[in-house]
């Protein structure tokens, strides 16, 4: 998946393909405007306060106790960043494509993933720092009361909870598969629906004590504690337990060095039944000869915040063979662009 500006003509098209328009300007300003536009929609309340049907900017300006001139503003800019759309007669509404995601009623909500952007936007103020002294902003060593924590686990719960289903059917456990063990899992979700689809499935999600304490709660109001239990610890350094028929080891590579990985999925291999299963789901990035994409942004925001990488599927397979993992298979997930999920067994 790649960054780009859409033409609406053939002149701004002709335009493009002559090179004529600065994209970088359009990246660096149209990027930023429209990222925090989407966010103050959230914060200032505007999309929930949309569901209930199409408002005038003054009636909605009045309700949410904001400026006339500012509301008209935002939702025009809502409107430019297909989140909102304006009806004749000037009311506006949630467009109908972004209901599913800005709705807060809908399951497909991602209200709470907008909200853990203005933490992110923070971070991302300190990138020309991080990069000259190649020190990361540390997300995970913040205290486990820190807000942020659970800003972070529920944005990361939204973005699971689009696509469990589609990760939890792939991954195939074997027969009477018991416990599985989630690192790294926070809110639980994958591990839940991993259990909700095999029969007598327990799992334990590892995970530091700021994330765990948000995601237990998570599970709790799902009414999952039968489930999925919540364990304090470093992946690190923890005693992982086992034997379990099943290791998942979702989006938490990318925070852990080369070696780290390595000596993980080594502890790994000794927790894991000899016929059980290891699934890990990743941002990958393309091999670094193949044209540009937008995965190494995702690969500078896991330098910025842990001190890690984007890895490409040749440094993953990497870790993965010497640990002495062979991948079974692996496929793209359609509803989180540029993840992929790895199934593989001890070799
Ligand atoms: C990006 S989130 C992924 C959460 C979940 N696995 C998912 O895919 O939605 C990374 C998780 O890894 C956890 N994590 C990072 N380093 C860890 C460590 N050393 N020990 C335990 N958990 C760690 C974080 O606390 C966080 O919950």
């Known amino acids: ?29 149209f990027g930023m405007m429209a990222s925090r536009t989407l966010m103050a929609g959230v914060r200032l309340g505007v999309y929930e306060a949309l569901t209930d049907g199409p408002v005038s900017a003054e009636t909605l300006a009045a309700r949410l106790k904001l400026s006339q001139e500012g509301t008209r503003t935002l939702l025009e800019a809502l409107v430019a960043c297909e989140a909102v759309e304006r009806q004749r007669g000037g009311r ?23 909200e853990f952007n203005y933490a992110q936007w923070d971070w991302w103020n300190k990138l020309e720092g991080t ?13 486990p009361d820190d807000a942020r924590w659970r800003d972070y686990i529920h944005a990361m719960h939204q973005l699971a909870r689009l696509a469990a289903p589609e990760v939890a059917g792939a991954i ?7 416990h599985v063990l989630d690192l790294g899992g926070a809110h639980g979700w994958f591990a839940a629906e991993l259990c909700l689809r095999n029969k007598g499935l327990k799992a334990t999600v590892l995970d ?37 028929d099943g ?13 780290q990985n390595v000596a993980l999925l080594r502890r790994v291999r000794g927790s894991l039944a000899p016929k059980g299963t290891l699934a890990v789901l990743e941002y990958l990035r393309e ?19 842990s001190g890690a990488a984007a890895y490409t ?35």
Do not use: C
Not at 2 to 29: C, I, M, S, Y
Not at 131 to 143: L, P
Not at 324 to 347: K, M, N, Y
């Open 131 to 143: 990069v000259r002294t190649g020190e990361a902003v540390d997300i995970h060593g913040f205290a």
């Open 313 to 347: 599927p040749a440094e993953v397979e990497g870790f993965l063979d010497d640990a002495g993992f062979r991948i079974e298979h692996s496929r793209p997930i359609r509803h989180l662009p540029l993840q992929t999920l790895l199934v593989a067994r001890l070799d």
């Open 287 to 305: 091999d670094r000869d193949a044209p540009a994409s937008a995965a190494p942004l995702i690969g500078l925001h896991y330098f910025l915040t």
């Open 172 to 178: 195939p456990l074997p027969r009477g598969a018991k």
């Open 208 to 244: 530091l004590e700021g994330s765990a304490r948000v995601g237990r709660e998570i599970i709790a109001s799902a009414g999952l504690t039968h489930l999925v239990t919540h364990r304090e610890g470093d992946i690190l350094t923890a005693e992982l337990g086992g034997p379990y």
């Open 247 to 259: 290791v998942m080891l979702f989006q938490v590579m990318h925070h852990l060095s080369p070696a």
């Open 1 to 29: 998946m790649r960054l780009g500006l859409k033409a609406d003509n053939l002149l701004e098209r002709v335009a493009g393909w002559l090179n004529l328009a600065p994209q970088p300007v359009a990246h660096a300003f």
């Open 92 to 114: 506006y509404r949630l467009a109908p494509r972004a209901r599913r995601w800005l709705d807060p009623r809908s399951p497909n909500y991602v209200g709470a993933f907008l």
